[in-house]
């Protein structure tokens, strides 16, 4: 399950286990197909509610993932720059990490502030970093500590010129990414909330009793199992077929 781990660590959740979590989002699930089943009469369409919820479930992370990789997209290169400007006046790395709380970009302002308590605490600049790499979760954000690391475990020099040229080439990749995404982000919204569109009908169909009868005969079962497995295929194509390309966590934990 390395791609929820990742995902989880894409969405900010990289800190929490991935069993923990799917076993929740299952009980989660599993009640929730145990409310619809009663609530319309219809076992089988607890049922594919409970994989829609599921699929629900992993839409969003994606969702968060999306809207955490574009924030750490604009934020990077910032923190390259600055961690760049300091090293150039004869900072050292670590006072430069600890700087970052007060003149980082603000949507990290908590995730660098953490950073910082481990550094004073006398966690190893090597440790604290790995611990802001979980916390990140992005390509970007692992070449970014990778270099730091690099830096901080065998010593070099030309550390500011490399943030320099990283922090340029972050800037440049996502202005290109982000001309992609807005061309076909609308579009692949609107098809997957049309996969949702026939069990809402589904549900408004079954408040009739005669519905609900023969929703539940064997005939209606197979008939909404069938139609489970059409979206949930029709969602996997869709994701994959409408996934940009995307950087590979070549550094990932």
Request: a positive charge.
């Amino acid at each position: 399950m390395k791609w929820l781990k990742n995902l989880l660590q894409e969405a900010g959740l990289g800190h929490l286990s991935w069993m923990k979590v799917l076993g929740f989002a299952v009980c989660v699930d599993t009640l929730l197909g145990l409310l619809i089943s009663k609530a319309s009469g219809i076992y089988a369409l607890g049922i594919a509610a409970s994989f829609l919820a599921l699929a629900m479930a992993i839409e969003g992370l994606v969702l968060v993932a999306k809207a955490r990789h574009q924030a750490l997209v604009d934020a990077l290169p910032q923190i390259c720059e600055n961690l760049a400007a300091a090293i150039s006046s004869g900072s050292t790395l670590d006072f430069a990490l600890q700087d970052l709380t007060r003149v980082g970009p603000r949507s990290l302002r908590l995730s660098l502030d953490v950073m910082r308590q481990l550094l004073e605490r006398g966690v190893p600049t090597t440790t604290a970093l790995r611990w802001l790499k979980v916390e990140l979760g992005d390509a970007n954000s692992d070449q970014l500590v990778e270099l730091l690391i690099s830096t901080a475990t065998n010593g070099g020099f030309g550390l500011s010129v490399n943030l320099q040229r990283l922090g340029q080439q972050m800037r440049q990749e996502a202005a290109l990414a982000a001309e992609i995404a807005a061309k076909q982000g609308w579009v692949l919204g609107t098809a997957k909330l049309a996969l949702a569109t026939p069990w809402a009908v589904v549900w408004l169909l079954s408040r009739q009793q005669s519905n609900a009868l023969a929703y539940n005969s064997q005939a209606g079962v197979v008939l909404l199992a069938f139609g489970l497995v059409i979206c949930l295929i029709a969602y996997l194509l869709i994701a994959a077929f409408g996934a940009l390309p995307k950087r590979r966590r070549v550094f990932a934990l």
